[in-house]
Every structure is written in C-alpha cells, then in structure tokens.
C-alpha cells in the first residue's frame, strides 16, 4: 500500500473488489487449506446446532448400557454411566470452539492496541511493556496456564483467562513488529503532511497493513487455544464433571483405555481434526495472504 497517484476511474471499492478476487484466487490454489475451510465450516453447524442434532441427552443416564462399543444406537459407544458419546462430543463442539474463538478473540484486540501504540509511539513506554510481555511470553503457554488457573481456582472461566494473558503477549509483539516497519513508510508519513490524527494513521492506515499477519496468527492461536483448554481439562483444571469437553472425556477415559477403547479414541480425533484443520487454513491463509510466499508455491 504506498502512497501515488490515483486512476480516477478506480474507486476504493473496486479497488477492494480486485484485492479480494485476487485473494480468494490464491487460497484456492491451497488445496489442503480449502478442504480445512469446509471441515471447520461443518464444526460451526454442528457447533451451532448440537444439542438438535444429537440423538440423546448428553446427561441422559442409562446403566443398563454402559461402557458399550460403538453400535448403530450409539454410533461412539457410552461411557462409564451408560450416555451416549456421540452425543457427548458433539455437544463438545461448542464448548472448544467456542472457548476457542472468544479467548483469541480477546487477546487478539488487547495485544493489537497495545502493539499498535508501543510501536507507533515508542519510548519509555514501549521499552516498559515489551520488557513486561517479554516476560510473560518467556513462560511455556501451558505452563503459564496451569499456574494462572492453581491461583484463580479450577474451572472453564478461569482456564480461558489464563489463554488470554499468554496469548496477548503474541499479538503485542507481532503488532508492534508491523507497525515500527509501517509507521515510516511512504503513505503513512503522506498522511501526517496531510494533517492526519495519530488514531487516524493507526486505524486506517498501518492497521489494514498489519491485518494480513494477525489473522493468520489468529487461526493458529484457535487452535493453540482448543489444544490449551482441553489440556487444562484433562489435568483436572478446566471443565468440570459433567460437562461434554473433549479434554474431560478424555480424561474419564483413562481408567477404561484398554478395555472401552472407543471411550479415548473419539474424543481425541475431534481435537485432532479441529487443531489440524485450523493449521491447515492458517498456513494457506499465509500464502494467500503473502505474494511472495505465493509465487514460490
């Protein structure tokens, strides 16, 4: 995006149009990536459809039944109180995805402001809290989480807190890197001779430059995010008893791996195969995003 002289036949919203034909057109050269987009576009319909979908009750005990292996009344078995597992994951859906995208969501606009500002502004302030994130991003996310949660207690809310304070840390640092390279280019200092504002140039114009590079993080961190909090859930931390999180199931799983072992096997493929696919489209969502990367590709 530099600063020259515009064709007075191109508006902004073609100009739009032509950046996004040209976007999807390179994600669609991302095989892996697209075929990531509708597995977790059918995750989201069943995210938000879960509990019509299922065939039983996620509560819905039946002793008679349990610990049975998969059958074409429960399609993943039941678990030690005779529930459906099926059900059970399904319903699960929601809480990861969920949990998920509301953490990052989060630190995702609290490390950009704070990005956006120590980058632009730089000095004492910058130098105080880089120094002040440095140290949190020093900690291994997991463990950061595990001790944020033994202070605050056990439980869901308290494990998506602690996501937040170890993801802000990443999105501050990958912020402020794009804005210090943005902040002396040819249109952002154009926008100063013109008599821009400070939240000006920052809002439209070195923010839109940053975005590629945060939202491409951002699918990552969902994963990272899912990953952390079924983790947590499965040392006991997170979700408690009976909440349908993969992570839980997992965990209630432990004392019946070798003789139920569809109780482990089903759970853990939905967190496989939600973490992957969002993998999957962050890295094709980097070479669409990324010209270079492209053309290599």
């Known amino acids: 995006m530099f600063f020259k002289k515009k064709n007075p036949m191109v508006t902004e919203e073609n100009d739009m149009d032509t950046r996004w034909s040209d976007f999807l057109r390179n994600f669609k050269k991302q095989k892996t990536a697209v075929v990531a987009f509708f597995v977790l576009v059918l995750l989201f319909f069943i995210a938000i459809f879960c509990y019509k979908i299922a065939p039983y009750g996620i509560n819905?005990?039946?002793?008679?039944?349990?610990?049975?292996?998969?059958?074409?009344?429960?399609?993943?078995?039941?678990?030690?109180?005779?529930?459906?597992?099926?059900?059970?994951?399904?319903?699960?859906?929601?809480?990861?995805?969920?949990?998920?995208?509301?953490?990052?969501?989060?630190?995702?606009?609290?490390?950009?402001?704070?990005?956006?500002?120590?980058?632009?502004?730089?000095?004492?302030?910058?130098?105080?809290?880089?120094?002040?994130?440095?140290?949190?991003?020093?900690?291994?996310?997991?463990?950061?989480?595990?001790?944020?949660?033994?202070?605050?207690?056990?439980?869901?809310?308290?494990?998506?807190?602690?996501?937040?304070?170890?993801?802000?840390?990443?999105?501050?640092?990958?912020?402020?890197?794009?804005?210090?390279?943005?902040?002396?280019?040819?249109?952002?200092?154009?926008?100063?001779?013109?008599?821009?504002?400070d939240l000006r140039i920052l809002f439209k114009h070195i923010l839109p430059g940053v975005f590629p590079d945060v939202i491409v993080q951002y699918s990552l961190s969902v994963s990272g995010s899912i990953m952390t909090t079924a983790s947590l859930s499965f040392l006991g931390m997170g979700a408690m008893s009976p909440t349908p999180e993969w992570g839980l199931l997992l965990s209630n799983s432990r004392t019946y791996f070798y003789s139920c072992w569809h109780y482990a096997v089903f759970p853990g493929l939905a967190i496989v195969i939600t973490v992957l696919c969002f993998n999957l489209l962050g890295d094709g969502l980097r070479m669409a995003l990324d010209p270079k990367l492209n053309d290599r590709a």
Request: hydrophobic share 50%; with cysteine.
């Open 60 to 197: 819905e005990y039946n002793y008679a039944e349990k610990l049975q292996g998969p059958s074409m009344a429960h399609l993943f078995g039941t678990d030690e109180f005779g529930r459906d597992l099926f059900s059970r994951v399904l319903c699960g859906t929601r809480i990861s995805l969920s949990i998920g995208f509301i953490t990052v969501t989060i630190a995702t606009v609290i490390g950009s402001v704070i990005g956006l500002f120590t980058g632009y502004y730089g000095g004492i302030l910058d130098g105080i809290t880089m120094r002040i994130l440095d140290a949190v991003y020093a900690f291994p996310g997991l463990i950061l989480a595990i001790a944020i949660v033994a202070i605050l207690g056990p439980g869901l809310a308290n494990a998506a807190i602690a996501i937040v304070i170890f993801c802000i840390p990443t999105y501050a640092r990958l912020v402020r890197s794009c804005t210090l390279q943005l902040k002396n280019s040819v249109y952002v200092r154009a926008a100063k001779c013109l008599g821009a504002s």
